[in-house]
């Protein structure tokens, strides 16, 4: 199993790459994105870079890019995952790369990139698009101390 940081790591790249798609840093994210896959020979390289093509030319043609993107996103999230399972090793490879994305977007395409880092057991929430809506359950308030007999609820 893909550690959480690693499956927020290939979330991150999934987002960053469709939010290169559709703009000037296009060629430069899909070469940089078509390495990494590549890493495997050049048939996994020209089968990502081909399906790169083909997602990036339905956000062309989209009448509304930004859904498409939201629709593209996870797709891309999964075989980032599925890369960082075969290849854990390109991790930071994948962080550089999605540093060097995110700096190349144009302002209005940054929207589409979203970093969330949890640390220390913490618990971090993101959302592109959307909402977060977080219910926990079973959570009760820790326990007061009795109150001395005979006192009153709420004096002093």
Do not use: C, I, K
Request: proline letters at 6%.
């Amino acid at each position: 199993m893909l550690a959480e940081s690693l499956v927020a790591l290939a979330g991150a790249g999934g987002t960053a790459l469709v939010g290169a798609m559709a703009t000037d840093a296009w060629q430069s994210v899909r070469s940089g994105a078509a390495g990494l896959f590549g890493r495997d020979g050049e048939g996994r390289h020209h089968a990502v870079a081909t399906r790169l093509d083909h997602d990036a030319e339905l956000v062309v043609r989209a009448a509304d890019p930004d859904r498409v993107r939201g629709a593209l996103a996870p797709a891309w999230q999964v075989e980032l995952e599925s890369l960082l399972t075969e290849r854990p090793e390109l991790a930071e490879e994948l962080r550089a790369f999605v540093a060097r994305t995110v700096a190349s977007l144009p302002r209005a395409a940054q929207h589409w990139t979203l970093n969330v880092t949890a640390r220390d057991h913490g618990r971090a929430y993101g959302s592109l698009g959307g909402n977060v809506v977080v219910h926990e359950s079973g959570r009760a308030e820790p326990p007061r101390p009795p109150s001395p007999e005979g006192a009153a609820e709420g004096s002093s």
